[in-house]
C-alpha cells in the first residue's frame, strides 16, 4: 500500500486529485490532500507518507522549502512537483534537490498517474536493492549469536528435532562449532554477587566472564557460550585441529584452563565462580543429559560450595535408570514450551509433548511421586493460562473445574490424563472459538463504520484507528477474512447507496455525490458510469421507465 500526500493552495485541484487516485485501479494508493507546505509538514510528521505530490508556488512554506525539508528529514519519500509554470529554473532547482519529477498541470491526469506509477515502482525496487540486502545481511549477522543461543538451549533441553538439521545451522549462522564433533560442555556459575551489583551491572560482568573464558580457551579450542538463567553459562568446546595433539591432551589442558578461568575471574572481577565439566567429549544427542547432570552437580551436595572445579564422570558409570531420570528431567523442563504452545494454539504441538509427558512414569517405572509432578505441574500451566484470560466461567461450562486441582478425584493414572487431555482439547477449542468471533466482531466493526460514515473520512488510516489496527496490516487481514478487498467493499457500499437515492428520484446529483465521500461531482460520474455502464442521470431514466412499465 501507497500511500500519497497531494499538497496544493487550490483546493479544487487538491479535491480532484483525491479522487483521481481513489477512483484508480492500477495501484493500491491511500491518497490525503492538504493546502499548504506547512499542513504538508505537520501531517508527515504525524504518519508515513511514501509519496508527496506538490505544488511549487504557494504561499508561505512553499514547495522548493517542502522539498529540502523532506529530503532532509524523510530521504526515503519520492517528491513529484505540479505546476502550472514550464520555468527552465525550477526545472533546474528541483532535479538538483532530488525531485523524481517534474510535471505542468496542464499535462492531464494521465501523465500524472504515470508519475505517481513511476514513483511507487522505484519504491518497491528500492526495497529488493542491493543496500536493502546488505542493511538484511547485517542485522541477520547481528542476530546470530541469539539465534545461535536460542538454538542450543533448545538442543541442550533435549528437543530431538533440532539435531536433525545442525549441520547445515551451524553452517548458515557459521557458528565455530563442528556438528559432526563430539564436543565438551564446562558449566560456569557465580557463585555470590558483590554487594550494590544491579541487575545491567550483572549482565554486564557475565559478559566479562564470557570473554575471559573465551580467550583461554579458544587459544587452542573452538570455543561457543551458551547463555541461561541468571548467574549460569554453558561453554561448548571442541579440539582446534591446528595443533598436532591427541584428543586425551586436548581434554587435559580444556580441564586445567578451567581453573585458570576461575582465578582470572577472581583477581580481575572480584567474583567467585564455580565450573563443573563432563569428565570427556560426547556426542551431540548425549548432551542434553550431560547438561541436566551438570545443573545437578552443580545444584545440589558438594555443588552448594563455592569457587568449586567439579568433574562428572557418571557416563563411565551411566546404567540405564540414570538415564532415565534425565529423560524425565528433560521432558519436564519442557514445559515452558508447551504454555507457549497453549498460549499460541499451536495444537499438534502441545499435545505431542504432552504425550510424552504422560508416558514418562511408565517408562522410567517409577511410583507415584513422578506422577503427582506431571499431573500438578501441567494442571499449574493450565491455571495460569486460564487466569491469564479470565477463562474459568466458560471453560467451568463445559468440563469440571473442580476436579483440577485434585489429583485424588480421579480413580486411576489413566483417568487422570483423559481428564488433562480432554481440558486441553476445551482450552484449543474455546481459542479456535474466540478467534474466529474476533475477526466477525472486527469484520461487522469496519462494515458498520463504512455504512455510516459514506460521506466522512473513509481511508484505510482512519478505518485502522476506529478499530485499533495497522493500515497495511488491517487490508491484509480483511480480505484473508472475507476475500474481498477493503477498498471494493466501501465501492460497493456507495455503489448501492447511489442506485437507492437515483431510484427516488428526489435527490439532486450533486447531493448523492457528497453523501457518498465524493469531492466532486465529476469523480461521482466516472465512478458511476464505470460500475453500471450509464451516468447516474442515465441509470434514474432507465428505472424510472421500468418502474411505470410495472405499474402499468
Not at 461521482?524 to 434514474?540: D, H, I, M, S, V
Amino acid at each position: 500500500m501507497i500511500r500519497l500526500l497531494i499538497v496544493d493552495n487550490e483546493r479544487l485541484i487538491v479535491e480532484s486529485l483525491l479522487d483521481l487516485f481513489r477512483q484508480s485501479d492500477k495501484l493500491e494508493i491511500e491518497a490525503f490532500g492538504v493546502y499548504s507546505g506547512q499542513e504538508a509538514l505537520e501531517m508527515l510528521e504525524r504518519m508515513k507518507f511514501d509519496i508527496v505530490l506538490s505544488d511549487i508556488r504557494m504561499p508561505g512554506l512553499d514547495g522548493l522549502e517542502l522539498q529540502k525539508e523532506i529530503v532532509r528529514q524523510w530521504p526515503w519519500c519520492k517528491i513529484i512537483f505540479l505546476s502550472g509554470y514550464d520555468e527552465f529554473q525550477y526545472i533546474q532547482q528541483v532535479m538538483r534537490n532530488g525531485g523524481v519529477e517534474y510535471l505542468l498541470k496542464m499535462e492531464g491526469p494521465d501523465a500524472i498517474l504515470r508519475a505517481v506509477e513511476k514513483a511507487s515502482a522505484q519504491l518497491y525496487a528500492a526495497g529488493e536493492s542491493k543496500a536493502f540486502i546488505q542493511r538484511a545481511e547485517s542485522q541477520m549477522r547481528m542476530a546470530r549469536p541469539l539465534l545461535i543461543n536460542d538454538y542450543l538451549l533448545e538442543v541442550l533441553q533435549g528437543d530431538r528435532q533440532s539435531l536433525r538439521g545442525m549441520p547445515d545451522k551451524f553452517a548458515q549462522w557459521e557458528c565455530p562449532l563442528d556438528a559432526r564433533q563430539d564436543v565438551l560442555l564446562v558449566m560456569g556459575r557465580v557463585d555470590d554477587w558483590r554487594d550494590k551489583l544491579g541487575v545491567s551491572d550483572r549482565e554486564l560482568m557475565l559478559y566479562a566472564i564470557q570473554n575471559i573464558a573465551e580467550e583461554l580457551w579458544t587459544a587452542s579450542a573452538r570455543c561457543l557460550t551458551v547463555r541461561f538463567e541468571r548467574n549460569k553459562l554453558l561453554w561448548l568446546l571442541q579440539p582446534s585441529g591446528e595443533n598436532d595433539i591427541s584428543i586425551e591432551s586436548a581434554l587435559r589442558h580444556m580441564h586445567r584452563t578451567m581453573e585458570t578461568v576461575q582465578i582470572s575471574c577472581r583477581q580481575t572481577l572480584k567474583l567467585s565462580v564455580s565450573l563443573a565439566a563432563s569428565a570427556s567429549f560426547l556426542p551431540w544427542d548425549q548432551v542434553a543429559e550431560q547438561f541436566s547432570a551438570l545443573t545437578q552437580l552443580l545444584g545440589r551436595g558438594l555443588g552448594m560450595g563455592k569457587e568449586l572445579i567439579l568433574l562428572d564422570d557418571r557416563r563411565a558409570r551411566m546404567d540405564k535408570v540414570e538415564v532415565q531420570f534425565h529423560q524425565v528431567r528433560s521432558q519436564l523442563g519442557k514445559l515452558p514450551a508447551m504454555a507457549a504452545y497453549l498460549e499460541n494454539g499451536q495444537k499438534e504441538h502441545f499435545m505431542i509433548e504432552f504425550d510424552k509427558l504422560a508416558a514418562l512414569p511408565a517408562a522410567a517405572n517409577q511410583d507415584d511421586t513422578l506422577k503427582l509432578e506431571i499431573y500438578y505441574s501441567t494442571a499449574t500451566l493450565f491455571l495460569s493460562y486460564m487466569n491469564r484470560w479470565e477463562l474459568h466461567k466458560v471453560i467451568g461450562r463445559m468440563i469440571d473445574l473442580a476436579k483440577l486441582v485434585k489429583y485424588d478425584a480421579h480413580s486411576s493414572w489413566h483417568e487422570a490424563l483423559s481428564y488433562l487431555s480432554q481440558l486441553a482439547e476445551c482450552l484449543f477449542e474455546q481459542k479456535h472459538n474466540d478467534h474466529i468471533y474476533s475477526e466477525d466482531d472486527l469484520v461487522k466493526h469496519i462494515r458498520l463504520y463504512v455504512e455510516h460514515n459514506l460521506a466522512g473520512d473513509l481511508s484505510l488510516t482512519r478505518i485502522g484507528e476506529v478499530v485499533g489496527y495497522n493500515p497495511y496490516y488491517l487490508t491484509k487481514l480483511y480480505r484473508r477474512i472475507t476475500n474481498e478487498a477493503l477498498t471494493d467493499f466501501i465501492a460497493s457500499v456507495r455503489l448501492a447507496k447511489a442506485r437507492k437515492l437515483l431510484e427516488q428520484g428526489d435527490v439532486i446529483v450533486q447531493d448523492i455525490s457528497k453523501s457518498i465521500g465524493f469531492m466532486t461531482e465529476h469523480s461521482f460520474y466516472r465512478f458511476f458510469k464505470k460500475a453500471t455502464g450509464l451516468t447516474p442521470q442515465e441509470y434514474r431514466e432507465r428505472q424510472s421507465v421500468s418502474k411505470k412499465d410495472n405499474e402499468k
